[in-house]
């Protein structure tokens, strides 16, 4: 048991008990002393003393949050709130004192709280869950060791980064252009898994990983796992594509079973040829649970071993080995995630466990899986050989329903970043999505992306609400789809939405950097940059060479009045590209090196005028030229650009926001001031 000096105070609504308590226990359980106050009759003056010195004397004081404190407007626990903001007062600001916990998704900036509150980053802790990780920071953060220096911050990342035009043009992904955005494997591998294998490696980092972790998502309890991705032990070592697709199939079966958290495959993969220790990876993904596994394919023949491993201390609670033919492999995977759910003592009915590739054909599926592989490359032959197995699937089954969805996104990106004509392919990808709604009108990510060309290409917003929200019905716990519904609630001005739903995507999907770099943007046009600076800041932590990073770092420094230290960020960045340009250009103008500024402009025109006419109007709007940045403006509008659609997210249309002709510009798009 811990002194006196390092209990922690526990504060909640009598309705949120049970909770407090689950709290509570996992605190103890690691010797962590509670003050948790029990009783049904609150006041009196001997109890009242009580209360304050508890307060006066604790070390930590972490307030429940929910929405039955928010529809409470008295109570004792407004009371312990106010004197804990009171002794923060009294707290030197490099101390950490109070720690908010959300059980829901209560959002933190219109919380009746404090403002003590809302100046430190909320952990969520649905129900009360509490993972080992957040059990972790409060223990160092008592501990007499460390209780005098504050410990590392934490907050939810955000990120992205985009590629359009020709194959070296890189497109402006401050406003995240969607491919690597909303796919969540926006990496090259190589890069992405020295960055996460950097993170684990250095115990400075591992530290703050898992406090990180704690504080924007990823919650560990009993029913949590990840699936790495498989091992192809293949003769040939050819199978890679089958070896990754089906670990990605079960993971997508596992994550139809209610009350079970699974990680995201953004961030189970990257780890893929890593052998690193389970621990670490519980740590950082949040989870239990891991499955791993071997593909061997020879011939017709398929051998496929997983295993399901403990990552708290590394035991192998179940395993199996799978011969069958190929052609077997759909039922195969049913099996395999079945016989995990099993081991994780998890209820499943008959009909959760069921492929949702929607093919009987072995043939289809394996071009499915080989387009899933070549999406992966992100590059413009990526896509076209992506597109051109999705279509060879369908031509042998015209009722898979799962790769006439794969089909409508990967065209999408191909219009996106401009690889082929944008009229063509939206209309390509429409009748794709249609058709796939049509043969299963269950599918969420079939929904959600019809709702991203109603927003990004067609501006009808009413259109893009309806799809998205089915898209949130159908399919709750993709991240996929929380974020593309998070684009467009940003697209639409509502910013406590976006961040609520990039959160919860992020907290099933961590090291999703897309999600990453879509927080930070909507944190910034919130005006909350100090937190857009940490989650790009994260980003770069978990991604050194992330392209698009530097530049977003460097818009938000501006914004806080760091020009000279955006400056050195944008020159670290190695390629030419228009996001270089534009924050060269952007930098310049807020460091009064006008001809300097005047140059890159000069450059992004020259360069990018026919395609990112958006990125030249953002930078002249920036530079307070309204007149060229509305003749840009429009020229994008003519040109469909694919980033118009985030215009009210962008922070660099400020200074045009009051003209007249700026906001005739938006109702022109049917977007309401």
Not at 70 to 85: I, K, M, P, V
Not at 282 to 303: C, D, I, K, M, P
């Amino acid at each position: 048991m811990t002194e006196a000096s390092h209990a922690v105070f526990l504060s909640y609504a009598s309705q949120d008990a049970e909770a407090a308590q689950r709290i509570c226990a996992a605190l103890r359980a690691a010797g962590i002393e509670v003050f948790l106050d029990q009783s049904e009759l609150r006041g009196g003056d001997a109890w009242d003393q009580k209360i304050r010195r508890e307060i006066h004397d604790c070390a930590l004081f972490i307030p429940v949050i929910s929405a039955h404190t928010a529809a409470r407007h008295e109570g004792y626990f407004r009371l312990e709130w106010d004197l804990a903001d009171q002794r923060t007062h009294m707290i030197a600001r490099n101390r950490v004192f109070v720690v908010p916990v959300s059980l829901d998704a209560t959002p933190e900036a219109t919380a009746d709280v404090p403002e003590s509150f809302q100046r430190v980053q909320w952990t969520r802790l649905p129900g009360g869950e509490t993972p080992p990780a957040f059990v972790e920071r409060v223990r160092k953060l008592v501990s007499p060791e460390t209780s005098s220096a504050r410990a590392p911050e934490t907050f939810v990342p955000a990120g992205s980064t985009t590629v359009r035009g020709s194959g070296t043009s890189m497109a402006s992904p401050w406003r995240s252009k969607l491919a690597l955005w909303a796919t969540g494997a926006l990496l090259a591998s190589a890069i992405a898994y020295f960055a996460v294998d950097k993170l684990l490696l250095s115990k400075s980092a591992e530290i703050r990983s898992a406090s990180k972790e704690a504080m924007s998502g990823p919650l560990v309890s009993d029913k949590s796992i990840a699936v790495l991705p498989f091992v192809d032990l293949s003769e040939k070592r050819d199978q890679e594509y089958f070896a990754d697709g089906l670990a990605e199939e079960v993971l997508e079966l596992l994550s139809k079973i209610p009350g079970l958290k699974v990680t995201g495959r953004t961030s189970s993969f990257q780890f893929k040829g890593k052998n690193q220790d389970l621990r670490q990876i519980g740590n950082v993904l949040g989870v239990t649970y891991v499955v791993e596994g071997s593909v061997r394919r020879s011939g017709e023949r398929l051998r496929v071993t997983a295993q399901l491993i403990s990552t708290r201390d590394g035991t192998h609670l179940w395993s199996n080995t799978y011969d069958r033919p190929y052609g077997d492999v759909l039922t195969l995977q049913d099996e395999l995630a079945a016989g995990v759910a099993r081991a994780m003592e998890v209820a499943v009915d008959s009909d959760t466990l069921q492929s949702h590739a929607g093919t009987h054909n072995p043939d289809a599926y394996d071009f499915y899986l080989r387009g899933l592989h070549s999406m992966e490359r992100y590059d413009r032959d990526g896509f076209e050989t992506g597109a051109n197995y999705f279509q060879q699937a369908l031509d042998l089954d015209p009722n898979f329903a799962a790769a006439a969805t794969q089909l409508g996104r990967m065209v999408i990106f191909q219009a996106e970043w401009a690889f082929v004509p944008a009229g063509p392919a939206y209309a390509r990808a429409r009748r794709s999505l249609q058709t796939a709604i049509k043969l299963d009108p269950g599918l969420g990510q079939a929904h959600a992306w019809l709702g991203w060309i109603y927003m990004a290409y067609d501006w009808n917003w009413s259109a893009a609400d309806s799809e998205m929200r089915e898209a949130l019905r159908l399919a709750p716990r993709d991240p996929v789809v929380h974020l593309c519904a998070a684009r467009l609630a940003a697209s639409l001005g509502r910013l406590d939405e976006a961040i609520d739903l990039i959160t919860s995507g992020l907290a099933r999907d961590p090291l999703y950097a897309a999600g990453m770099n879509s927080l930070s943007e909507v944190y910034a046009r919130a005006g909350r940059l100090a937190d857009a600076e940490a989650a790009e800041r994260r980003v770069l932590e978990i991604s050194p060479t992330y392209s698009s990073g530097p530049r977003n770092l460097a818009v938000v420094l501006l914004a806080l009045g760091r020009a000279a230290e955006a400056l050195n960020i944008v020159r670290s960045m190695q390629q030419d590209t228009v996001d270089r340009a534009q924050a060269l250009a952007l930098t310049y103008y807020d460091l009064g090196r006008q001809a300097d500024s005047d140059q890159q402009m000069a450059v992004l025109v020259r360069r990018y005028a026919n395609d990112d006419a958006f990125s030249i109007a953002e930078t002249y709007a920036y530079r307070g030229q309204g007149e060229q940045a509305l003749q840009w403006l429009e020229r994008a509008k003519l040109q469909k650009d694919s980033a118009l659609y985030f215009i009210k997210t962008s922070m660099l249309f400020k200074k045009l926001e009051p003209d007249p002709r700026y906001r005739a510009f938006l109702r022109g798009m049917n977007l309401l001031e």
